[in-house]
């Protein structure tokens, strides 16, 4: 009964250690796909192009050991979140273009425009804008 009890609780000691192992191996995981972020790695990349950006990270060889899961690791990141990242940066450009769109129609108010006006009178009308600071007369 003794030896019985001790190889259940043995049993039950290497469960438990293996299911803290497949939880850290996840948090480094997770760490790591981060650090990808953090190191504007495009998702969708080569992994012999991407690689200097992150190589000399000191986590990147701390996190995964094994250089064959680390570079998994990097080809779950592309295909996890390529459309997502496709996704954000085509959501940003249309909020840049709606922006850009207002601020036109807002100093067209401002020019007071008619059928007459000229791009000449337009800018005079407009010089003071500060929004107009990097832009370019054309």
Do not use: H
């Amino acid at each position: 009964k003794e030896e019985e009890d001790a190889r259940k609780k043995e049993e039950s000691e290497k469960k438990m250690q293996a299911a803290l192992e497949k939880a850290q191996e996840e948090r480094n995981r997770v760490a790591f796909k981060q650090m990808l972020l953090e190191r504007s790695v495009t998702p969708g990349g080569v992994w012999e192009k991407e690689l200097p950006k992150f190589c000399f990270d000191e986590r990147y060889s701390t996190l995964i050991k094994d250089p064959s899961a680390r570079k998994a690791a990097f080809g779950s990141f592309t295909r996890a979140d390529v459309i997502k990242y496709k996704e954000e940066e085509k959501k940003a450009a249309q909020e840049r273009k709606a922006a850009a769109l207002e601020v036109a129609r807002e100093l067209m108010d401002k020019a007071k425009l008619s059928a007459n006006s000229t791009l000449d009178s337009f800018w005079l009308a407009v010089a003071d804008d500060g929004r107009l600071a990097g832009g370019e007369k054309t």
